[in-house]
């Protein structure tokens, strides 16, 4: 059964700090992993992550993988009140058929206090 | 360019009940999934779609089941309802391009929150 570990489950800081969300996973048969926003409602994508050691960068946000380790973080620096959300990492596994339906962790709630 | 709509936003059932919930994929994307999100917990995978069939399905029980229909919109039904099927429902769809699925992440809508009394 695949399994998928995110800590810390939530997080309160004040705008200006910089975070990191841990995923760590038990899967067989890894692609990549992804991680999501979800502000209200709809978990909005942010990062693939498929090679080990090269980091995405998208702003002030930015993902590494580790896929010997098993683990994928996530850095926000310089944080905002609009960064308050859950962010949700799932790894994407080879079923064969294009069947890929996600195991995601429980999420980070992150709360940025002004 | 609409994303995945979904309807109802919310509604209310009793147990017992049975409900059934609708997706639109976004435009282009043919491949659908429903997640079910418990409050506190990450989305749960519940089955996928693709070309009318089910492709995969999760660990849920046979009172839910699906469809897809033609046009690639696809429905979600819950028969005998439980207070534990309290949840927000996801859709997600993608482009079902087998060669190249991984580039293909999921686009979510924003869901059907269905609460049972």
């Known amino acids: 059964e695949d399994k998928v570990v995110q800590s810390p489950l939530s997080l309160v800081v004040h705008e200006g700090d910089t975070v990191t969300l841990n995923c760590s996973y038990e899967v067989t048969n890894f692609r990549s992993l992804l991680w999501y926003k979800q502000e209200k409602k709809a978990p909005t994508f942010l990062f693939m992550l498929t090679s080990s050691g090269i980091e995405k960068k998208s702003g002030r946000l930015s993902s590494i993988l580790d896929k010997k380790e098993l683990f994928s973080i996530l850095n926000i620096t310089a944080t905002q009140t609009g960064d308050s959300a859950i962010y949700l990492c799932a790894p994407r596994v080879g079923r064969g058929g294009g069947a890929d339906g996600l195991t995601f962790g429980k999420g980070t709630h992150l709360i940025i206090q002004p | 360019d609409a994303g995945v709509t979904q309807s109802p936003t919310h509604l209310i059932k009793t147990r017992g009940q049975q409900v059934t919930l609708r997706c639109s994929p976004k435009?282009?994307?043919?491949?659908v999934s429903w997640y079910q999100q418990a409050l506190g917990q990450g989305p749960q995978f519940i089955f996928q779609?693709?070309?009318?069939?089910?492709?995969q399905r999760g660990n849920f029980p046979d009172r839910f089941s699906g469809h897809q229909f033609p046009n690639y919109s696809s429905e979600l039904n819950v028969n005998a309802l439980l207070l534990g099927d309290s949840a927000l429902y996801l859709c997600?769809?993608?482009?079902?391009?087998?060669?190249?699925?991984?580039?293909?992440?999921?686009?979510f809508g924003a869901g059907s929150r269905l609460t049972v009394l």
């Open positions: 435009s282009g994307h043919d491949t």
């Open positions: 779609y693709y070309e009318e069939e089910e492709r």
């Open positions: 997600a769809s993608r482009r079902g391009d087998r060669k190249n699925s991984g580039a293909n992440v999921l686009t």
